[in-house]
């Protein structure tokens, strides 16, 4: 039994707390939360009388207060105003024919029908909708021809605005289309070596290919390849500056592993015969026994340092905004082993190596290569995380 009220608890505390939120939203001065509420509600029961009861008191006041702040803003006369207006309007709308289907509404505490006095604001609704868009409609002209992308975005926003009320209003779709060309921002990416070492083939072209489509914004494009028809306001130069290969290094080094081990030592009687027990079966004890191995290992080494900077160039202002220093490691290794001795003694990392055999080292180029792979996340990273300078 005791299981069962605390599985009802939670059910019971959402139940409660269902049932005041809209007295609280009330009583906090949201009468248009209070109203929506108590409307959800009685929509799912009417005989809930307390709920009737907060509905018609928060609707009466939820329409005054709106439609006095219409009032307001009107005799304000600023232009701006007109969205606010239409979203007021359409709000009044929206809470009256939400409770239109539901009358009538029976109201126990007062013993009639609930009262609810619905104002038509269809003619106002259409006219400050009508206002809105225009509104919107002018101010992204007024942004558009400004001529500059950060404008031209502005103004590209504004045209959405009237595309989601009027989709076909004027010219507004080949408005948006013009905008959003001019508020493109491209930055092209490229690599100067002024390392003065030579490279492979490919290294530009890999370290270029780092994957700029999850960088890209819907204003900012990133291009490793320069297209003719394309006007570049900013580019981000990968300097390479210095770029060192280290020598192959090859160290030999010879050393003992040692380890005591549980062995069987089987009992004999004085002719060397191995004893038996009573079922036929060898006799041995367990000693301890240390056992050693000789191990020669080959450590091969090679590695290569690329660093430069990744640089900003504001190509509208000519000037290098940031400077941030990069660099990339490639090391290549091999371990090579062989034993001499009894190989129990060996730890499974030493016995891991058995067998394998020196190398030949990589070329200077193969190298290179795998260090402009470790490069390139990292140019990457420095460019989303400096995205702001090129936007």
């Known amino acids: 039994m005791k299981s069962f009220y605390l599985f009802l608890l939670p059910s019971i505390l959402v139940l409660l707390f269902s049932c005041n939120a809209s007295k609280q939203a009330m009583k906090h001065g949201d009468y248009s939360q209070a109203t929506a509420l108590s409307t959800q509600k009685v929509q799912r029961n009417k005989k809930k009388y307390a709920q009737v009861d907060v509905l018609e008191k928060s609707f009466a006041i939820a329409n005054k207060k709106d439609l006095e702040e219409i009032s307001f803003l009107k005799n304000q006369n600023i232009p701006s105003n007109v969205e606010r207006i239409f979203k007021l309007y359409e709000s009044i709308r929206h809470r009256q024919e939400a409770i239109k289907p539901l009358l009538p509404i029976y109201n126990k505490f007062q013993r009639r029908n609930a009262l609810f006095t619905f104002v038509d604001v269809d003619k106002e609704l259409i006219s400050s909708k009508e206002a809105t868009?225009?509104?919107?409609?002018?101010?992204?002209?007024?942004?558009?021809?400004?001529?500059?992308?950060?404008?031209?975005?502005?103004?590209?926003?504004?045209?959405m605005k009237v595309i989601q009320l009027n989709p076909d209003y004027k010219e507004v779709q080949n408005l948006k289309e013009q905008a959003y060309r001019d508020g493109q921002n491209y930055v092209f990416v490229k690599m100067v070596n002024d390392a003065r070492v030579v490279l492979?083939?490919?290294?530009?072209?890999?370290l270029l290919s780092i994957t700029t489509g999850d960088l890209q914004t819907n204003w900012t494009t990133y291009d490793t390849r320069r297209r003719p028809s394309i006007s570049y306001s900013h580019n981000i130069i990968i300097r390479l500056q210095n770029i060192d290969v280290s020598p192959e290094r090859e160290n030999t080094r010879e050393y003992v592993e040692e380890k005591e081990i549980q062995v069987k030592e089987y009992v004999k009687d004085s002719k060397g015969h191995v004893l038996k027990d009573s079922l036929g079966k060898d006799i041995f004890k367990m000693v301890t026994k240390k056992v050693r191995c000789k191990v020669t290992e080959v450590e091969q080494n090679k590695g290569a340092n690329v660093s430069g900077l990744v640089e900003f160039?504001?190509?509208?202002?000519?000037?290098?905004?940031?400077?941030?220093?990069?660099t990339s490691t490639m090391l290549w290794q091999n371990f090579a082993a062989k034993s001499n001795g009894d190989e129990r003694a060996l730890t499974e990392e030493t016995k891991r190596r058995l067998g394998n055999r020196p190398m030949p080292f990589p070329n200077d180029l193969i190298i290179l290569d795998g260090a402009g792979e470790n490069l390139k996340p990292k140019v990457k990273d420095i460019i989303a995380q400096y995205f702001v300078l090129v936007k």
């Not at 868009?133 to 504004?158: C, H, M, P, Q, S």
């Not at 492979?200 to 890999?206: I, N, S, Y």
């Not at 160039?313 to 990069?326: F, G, L």
């Open 133 to 159: 868009i225009e509104y919107y409609y002018k101010k992204g002209i007024v942004y558009l021809e400004k001529y500059n992308r950060f404008d031209a975005r502005e103004a590209y926003g504004f045209f």
């Open 313 to 326: 160039y504001d190509k509208e202002s000519q000037q290098i905004m940031k400077k941030v220093p990069v």
């Open 200 to 206: 492979p083939q490919d290294f530009e072209d890999k």
